[in-house]
């Protein structure tokens, strides 16, 4: 299906789609009489092509009753506007949950059109339902940090000119007696609800820094993330909690990075930044996590004496052919560099995110591409396997 409002484009188009062979194409000049067909038979259309410019209905509002519709086949997305535009709409569609396939500015070629078309899976696809975050009771969440049910998961974060492994990240996974292992994200709402973040942190910090001792002592010498929250951060004896736990478990804190995280504004910003300082003053790596989401901004760059800015894997992700996203990640490295900042790049999940983030002078990168988070016990065998991957990439010590 093709819709534009621009007869002699909608023409080209159709011309040109079949050139790239396809055969059953419909089109229309508008869009509330294309969304009657797609209403009555959602799943005939393997692709539906449409500008974004249009009257009566525009391409925005058409996404989502695509949405109603229950239309889960792909979408190509094309516009004259600004390509802001045309990328926000991008965004919007797969926040949505609709499978886009590409977005081009107008006047597009029929190369351009295949490039975008070119391996991508047409036709209807299966998506799981959304099913909303479980809503634990306090006393559950309790009972699975006293037992021991909520344990750490590691992922590796390696050095991109050499490949070494330089660190892990700590993430809470529950292995629930009756869910099977649950992500943080399933939990951390309740968590943070039920003011339980300081009993989690205590209990992340614990696991990670014996963890480190243990690798320390079979020859690993890594340093080990984990994630702080603005609600750990207003306690003023945090400092000397974080030490005692260090303390116990025979490791340097030089050996630990903190993410601090913000999901909320800082309440005490005065308390808040003694904290984060004498943190800092003890020896302890402070990273800001998910730089340019929430409320990580340049305000706290310069406020707060960090070492690290973690990009946030959504400007990663896909950021080679995305403009925009290349645009903020190649401004944040500078902005980085000038500052003294060792840069990590999230969200690396294929070798062109890798390639693209190492070329543009980002120190270290993390994501699925180099491993999924995994139990420790796993990590010798991951760093073994590393190994062999590190000469096929043509990294070396």
């Keep these: 299906m093709v819709i534009d409002d621009d007869l002699f484009a909608l023409k080209l188009l159709t011309r040109q789609l079949r050139q790239l062979g396809f055969e059953d194409i419909v089109s229309f000049g508008r869009a509330d009489e294309a969304l009657a067909l797609v209403k009555q038979e959602s799943r005939a259309f393997g692709l539906i092509v449409i500008d974004l ?3 009566e209905m525009d391409g925005i509002q058409f996404l989502r009753h695509l949405v109603y519709a229950g239309y889960n086949s792909a979408i190509l997305l094309i516009s004259g506007e600004d390509p802001r535009i045309l990328q926000s709409a991008r965004r919007l569609a797969a926040m949505q949950g609709l499978h886009v396939v590409g977005s081009l500015h107008k006047p597009a070629s029929v190369k351009q059109l295949h490039e975008q078309l070119e391996g991508k899976p047409l036709g209807p696809s299966w998506r799981p339902p959304q099913m909303p975050a479980p809503n634990f009771a306090a006393d559950d969440l309790r009972e699975a940090i006293a037992v021991g049910e909520i344990v750490s998961y590691y992922q590796p974060k390696v050095e991109l000119a050499t490949g070494s492994i330089v660190g892990v990240e700590a993430l809470a996974r529950w292995q629930h007696p009756h869910g099977g292992v649950l992500p943080a994200s399933q939990f951390i709402g309740a968590i943070e609800a039920h003011s339980q973040v300081g009993e989690l942190t205590a209990l992340m910090l614990e696991d990670a820094l014996r963890q480190a001792r243990n690798w320390s002592e079979a020859g690993l010498d890594l340093t080990v993330a984990v994630n702080l929250s603005m ?13 005692g736990i260090a303390e116990r478990a025979g490791v340097p804190l030089s050996q630990l990075v903190l993410e601090l995280t913000e999901s909320q504004l800082m309440a005490k910003p005065a308390q808040s930044l ?7 003053l003890k020896g302890i790596t402070l990273s800001i996590d998910d730089f340019g989401t929430g409320h990580s901004s340049l305000a706290k760059l ?4 960090f070492d690290e800015l973690k990009l946030h894997g959504s400007f990663v992700r896909g950021a080679a052919a995305d403009p925009v996203s290349r645009t903020i990640v190649e401004a944040t ?4 560099r000038e500052l003294g900042l060792r840069t990590v790049a999230e969200g690396v999940e294929g070798q062109a995110d890798w390639e693209y983030v190492k070329a543009n002078g980002i120190d270290v990168a993390q994501g699925y591409y180099i491993s999924r988070p995994m139990p420790a016990q ?3 065998d991951w760093i073994a396997a590393w190994q062999s991957q590190r000469a096929a990439l043509g990294l070396h010590r």
């Design 378 to 380: 796993e990590l010798p």
């Design 53 to 55: 410019q249009m009257p």
């Design 231 to 243: 609600a750990n951060v207003g306690a003023l004896d945090l400092p000397e909690v974080i030490e």
């Design 274 to 280: 003694e904290v984060l300082t004498r943190l800092r």
């Design 333 to 336: 490295a500078e902005m980085a």
């Design 302 to 305: 310069r406020d707060i004496p």
